[in-house]
């Protein structure tokens, strides 16, 4: 079977300042992938090149075995790779309702049952009692709810995260924790998910890559990173 989406050879730079040199990556469908690493490392910048957003300077990227990038081309855009979004900022339109903010990419599409599937995806998240409140008037953790059922009302078969357990206290992070490892079971999606926060990494991975200086340096299970020789790994670990 296609791997969920495929890195080979990605580079990427700014102002002529390489930020990825050689990514080659493959994430699986059906697990929660972590990419890990310091503030700019590339952990990112390789979810925008996933995203589309960005394209590779070098290399390419492929979508369930299908060419979407490469060489300094993106060949198929963001909104056509099946994948939701979910950034740090959440990006919530303060100016809609919950409702408004959930349905917008179903409207977009034009799809019918629109208010049925809003609904359900509220009633999963356990915020439908919220649909008619704007996001102002909700607490950090029901924000990244409404972000979360946004991105999984369109039926993504990927998910991408960036840092967005970021803003929350410990307690609210632990149950979006859950949360988000829930999906993978209810929605049978695969998730890849970028932070600095080790611990976190730990305990919502199923696979962890660690980046640094827009290279991976390790990969494999939590259990194995605890056991890794690498010496950066190591010192990075033992920061937090």
């Known amino acids: 079977m296609d791997s969920a989406v495929r890195l080979d050879e990605v580079w990427k730079s700014y102002k002529n300042e390489a930020v990825l040199r050689g990514i080659d990556l493959e994430i699986e469908y059906g697990k929660i992938t972590t990419i890990l690493g310091t503030s700019g490392s590339g952990k990112t910048t390789v979810l925008r090149i996933i995203a589309g957003l960005e394209a590779p300077d070098r290399g390419s990227v492929s979508i369930n075995g299908k060419l979407v990038s490469r060489e300094g081309r993106i060949l198929v855009p963001p909104h056509r790779r099946s994948l939701g979004f979910i950034f740090q900022d959440l990006a919530l339109w303060p100016h809609m309702t919950v409702y408004k903010n959930i349905a917008f990419g179903l409207e977009v599409r034009h799809e019918k049952g629109i208010r049925q599937k809003v609904e359900e995806i509220a009633d999963f998240f356990g915020i439908k009692g919220h649909l008619k ?16 059922a946004r991105g999984l009302v369109l039926n993504p078969r990927l998910i991408l995260m960036d840092e967005p357990l970021s803003s929350l206290d410990v307690m609210k992070k632990a149950k979006i924790r859950q949360v988000i490892k829930g999906l993978i079971h209810k ?14 990494a730990f305990e919502l991975s199923d696979h962890i890559v660690v980046i640094n200086n827009g290279k991976i340096v390790e990969r494999g299970t939590p259990s194995q990173l605890r056991e890794s020789k690498d010496e950066f790994v190591k010192d990075f670990l033992s920061l937090y």
């Open 133 to 148: 409140k704007y996001p102002g008037e909700l607490s950090g953790g029901q924000q990244q709810l409404v972000a979360l």
């Open 187 to 200: 929605f049978s999606v695969g998730i890849i998910y970028v932070t600095h926060d080790h611990k976190e």
